[in-house]
């Protein structure tokens, strides 16, 4: 994160800080933030560059500072494989600002806003790099070691008060697991029944409305149709009972 120093009041925007501090270390995407206040009653375009874009990412590069507003603009430097000499960056930054229309959009900030041929009066504030050595993990606390208080292994292996609090917990979610595999078995088992009886049940309906058909065409049941019924019958019986 960037650290604060001394901020510039410039007569456009004053910047804080001048200088972007980067904790280093190799293979790991670091950032840091600048903030970019507008003290007057105008609206102020921005712009950020860098001597090194393809090392830097920069949100937002370009923008605009409402009067009397502020705008925080991130840098992120992306991961590096080698240790740069001596733990010196020469890359810079440059914070251009202009003043823009009143009630002007960030869409409408153009590059050509900052170009001597606009005629606009363009503001500019170079930033240096600094990196610095990452923050140091803290000391591992030791373990307590007086007596009487419950040791690590204890309260892994369920000893002591922690340990025994444990296995309580762990005695009434057992069942409750098991209760709820039961009830989720139960259901599916009833689901199957209730699919198999009306399955039953619609057979019987086309049964019956064969019969009807064969009663009105021949004027009966044959023989060869009662035995056909009642082995539809014995096999749906059979698989009801199982």
Request: charged share 25%; glycine share 8%.
């Amino acid at each position: 994160m960037a650290s604060p120093g001394p901020a510039p009041a410039g007569e456009l925007l004053r910047i804080d800080p001048i200088e972007l501090r980067f904790p280093f270390e190799l293979k790991k995407q670091i950032s840091c933030s600048m903030q970019l206040s507008n003290l007057s009653d105008d609206y102020i375009a921005f712009k950020v560059k860098t001597t090194s874009p393809k090392k830097y990412s920069v949100r937002p590069n370009t923008g605009v500072v409402l009067p009397r507003s502020t705008c925080d603009v991130v840098v992120t430097m992306q991961a590096q494989r080698e240790n740069p000499p001596d733990m010196q960056c020469k890359d810079k930054f440059l914070v251009q600002s202009v003043i823009a229309p009143s009630g002007i959009n960030v869409k409408d900030v153009t590059g050509e806003m900052f170009t001597k041929e606009s005629g606009n009066k363009v503001e500019e504030v170079k930033l240096r790099v600094t990196y610095v050595s990452p923050p140091q993990p803290p000391s591992p606390v030791p373990e307590e070691s007086e007596e009487g208080s419950p040791s690590r292994g204890e309260s892994e292996n369920g000893d002591g008060p922690a340990g025994g609090f444990t296995r309580a917990l762990r005695e009434r979610i057992e069942p409750q697991e098991k209760s709820l595999e039961a009830g989720a078995l139960i259901s599916k088992l009833t689901e199957e029944k209730n699919s198999a009886i009306q399955q039953n049940h619609k057979i019987r309906q086309e049964l019956d409305m064969m019969r009807r058909e064969v009663s009105k065409r021949r004027g009966g049941f044959s023989f060869v149709i009662v035995i056909i019924v009642a082995l539809i019958g014995i096999f749906l019986g059979y698989m009801m009972k199982s």
